[in-house]
């Protein structure tokens, strides 16, 4: 018996199988993707997905939360416990927001940032002209050295003595070896 996307869908039913049949065979080491379990599998193709919730528990603009504010006041307390921490927010939303809410916090529109051009395993909010950040703030990309593929700490140094960023990023998205965190501080 045929379950509903693949009676209704077949062309998509079959591209996720494809997906699931590529990631089975692969490591995926980007890391904003994940292996999730088959619960949260579960839990994220349940009815869950036909709601979003602004605000915090307790504190919605629209009515129809009190299911979700359970379920979020639960992961709340699941995650200080974990964590063993004060306070926790577990409103998943993505690390482009996160990333452009700390420079928001830090640095003001028309300053200049600096991060590993996203070619070379940076990310896009590190500056990448597609993004967001590219368009309000100076963008300053460091590459890898081509022939050791390996932060080059001294033209990052003279790069940042040349342009004087408010900001500088030193981590990356796909960049497989250790970085010095020392040596960019």
């Known amino acids: 018996m045929k379950n509903a996307l693949e009676q209704y869908d077949p062309l998509i039913y079959e591209l996720i199988h494809q997906e699931r049949a590529r990631q089975c065979g ?20 349940s009815c869950l997905i036909n709601k979003y919730s602004e605000g915090y528990a307790n504190k919605r603009y629209y ?3 009190q299911v979700t504010d359970l379920i979020e006041t639960l992961a ?19 690390g482009s927001v996160a990333n452009l809410a700390a420079y928001n916090a830090l640095i003001k529109p028309g300053d200049t940032i600096m991060g590993l051009a996203l070619t ?20 300053v990309q460091y590459t890898v050295d081509p022939e050791t593929g390996r932060f080059d700490y001294d033209k990052i140094r003279d790069l ?6 408010k900001v500088i990023v030193s981590g990356a998205t796909a960049y497989p070896r250790q970085i010095n965190f020392d040596i960019f501080a």
Do not use: C, M
Request: zero cysteines; hydrophobic letters at 35%.
């Open 160 to 165: 940042a003595k040349e342009h004087k960023p």
């Open 120 to 139: 070379e395993g940076g990310h896009l909010t590190h500056g990448w002209k597609v993004s967001a950040t590219s368009k309000f703030f100076k963008s």
């Open 26 to 45: 692969k490591i995926r080491l980007i890391p904003s993707e994940n292996y999730v379990s088959k619960a949260v599998l579960l839990a994220t193709g």
């Open 76 to 94: 709340i307390d699941r995650a200080k416990k974990i964590f063993k921490a004060d306070h926790a927010n577990v409103q998943p939303y993505s």
């Open 63 to 65: 009515e129809g939360q």
